[in-house]
């Protein structure tokens, strides 16, 4: 539904404009449709059935029920200098260089992933404005970065849909 690819566009404005810390910008955004959803849906089911982790069976369904999906994330952020703390470590210098973990990569600063929950409020906002269903999902944004859908250290993923129920809901 072409409509539906219009507002994820729309979203991923709204996440790219939301403000971050310092004014650096270390979002990433992607829009998967079509064809590369069921494959995206396909690789989360076989996921959690090797990992035995919950849920991914039951957010790869409603993946392939989507007409659309947002992702988005950070990569490469730098730490914004504050020496808060939110970190777990006194000083910004001390958060110690970021690797690969089991799903995502970091540690992050703490105002790093706050910018990108920013991003992400931005665009589901966006998204319910224009009465599209969505929801943010985690799961779908550790496979779209195993698929290197795409090129982020932490990814979240909000599928929209535009049906006669929300699909991402009585799950």
């Given amino acids: 539904m072409n409509y539906l690819k219009t507002i994820a566009e729309l979203m991923a404005v709204a996440a790219r404009t939301a ?24 690789a989360m089911l076989a996921y959690g059935t090797k990992t035995e982790k919950k849920n991914f069976d039951r957010d790869g369904n409603n993946i392939r029920k989507s007409d659309a999906l947002v ?6 952020s730098k730490s914004i200098g504050l020496n808060c703390g939110a970190c777990g470590y006194p000083e910004c210098v001390q958060l110690p260089k970021a690797s690969e973990g089991p799903e995502f990569k970091g540690p992050h600063c703490a105002y790093r992933l706050m910018d990108l929950g920013i991003a992400l409020g931005s665009a589901v906002k966006t998204a319910g404005m224009l009465n599209a269903d969505n929801r943010i999902m985690y799961r779908v944004g550790v496979i779209a970065r195993q698929m290197k859908l795409i090129d982020a250290d932490v990814v979240i993923g909000i599928p929209i849909s535009a049906t006669g129920k929300n699909i991402y809901f009585d799950r």
């Fill in 71 to 76: 992702l988005i994330g950070i990569k490469d």
């Fill in 19 to 42: 403000p971050k810390g310092a004014g650096h910008d270390f979002i990433k955004i992607e829009i998967v449709e079509g064809n590369t959803l069921t494959k995206l849906a396909d």
